[in-house]
């Protein structure tokens, strides 16, 4: 069984790029959630793809955004860098067909942004 | 989803069983309730889930009581890798809100 892998491992970028973080899911697993966590903060919900549909979205703005793909892997993309966007994002694959799923984290991106 | 309280910090030492308890104020009627723990830089490890009464797997057991609006997370015989932090969540098919979590510093 493949775990959840992510990449980049860490990312430098600068306020106003955008940027590009990928996600490959557990095997058999149809579901992915991204979740920003802030130093010394727990992890936030941006949102989660269900079968290459948004099913579910928390308080983040519109420049962050997402894919999900056939295969289940899945992309977080954030426009317009701000200082703040600076976090570990965290990916994690479950399967959602029953509400007993347990979500399965990827190791994180690490993202500075200066 | 609701976010959940629970202590920010808890100091154990190595042998002694932990409690951890988090208020469920506002748990959903078809919220699972479920604990992960998380060493820095590291994602969330699922530790155990439950909807109500008890579960207990190889490494914890979880209490839940009747009206489940709290659960207690039970670490039988902690040793130093059990320092992380822990958080409680309402489990919702894939959906969960994370509170701050409980940090757990095992000393010997």
């Known amino acids: 069984e493949t775990g959840v892998t992510q990449s980049p491992t860490h990312l430098i970028k600068t306020r106003g790029q955008q940027v590009t973080l990928r996600c490959s899911s557990q095997s058999g697993h149809n579901t992915v959630s991204w979740y920003q966590q802030a130093l010394g903060q727990g992890p936030q919900f941006i949102f989660q793809?269900?079968?290459?549909?948004?099913?579910g979205r928390g308080n983040f703005p519109p420049r962050f955004s997402g894919l999900q793909f056939p295969n289940y892997s899945s992309e977080l993309n954030v426009n317009a860098l701000e200082l703040d966007d600076s976090a570990l994002y965290l990916c994690?694959?479950?399967?959602?067909?029953?509400?007993?799923?347990?979500?399965?984290f990827g190791p994180g991106t690490r993202l500075t942004v200066l | 989803l609701a976010k959940t309280t629970q202590p920010i910090s808890m100091d154990s030492y190595e042998g002694q069983e932990v409690n951890i308890t988090c208020s469920h104020n506002?748990?959903?009627?078809?919220?699972?309730i479920t604990w992960y723990q998380q060493f820095p830089s590291q994602g969330p490890r699922f530790i155990i889930q439950g909807y109500k009464t008890k579960v207990t797997n190889e490494v914890a057991s979880l209490f839940i009581p009747a009206d489940r609006k709290s659960s207690t997370l039970s670490l039988p015989r902690v040793s130093l890798s059990d320092t992380a932090v822990y958080y409680c969540l309402d489990t919702n098919a894939g959906k969960s809100t994370f509170g701050d979590g409980t940090t757990l510093t095992v000393k010997p």
């Open positions: 793809y269900y079968r290459e549909e948004e099913n």
């Open positions: 994690a694959s479950s399967l959602a067909d029953v509400l007993t799923d347990t979500q399965y």
């Open positions: 506002n748990i959903a009627t078809n919220d699972y």
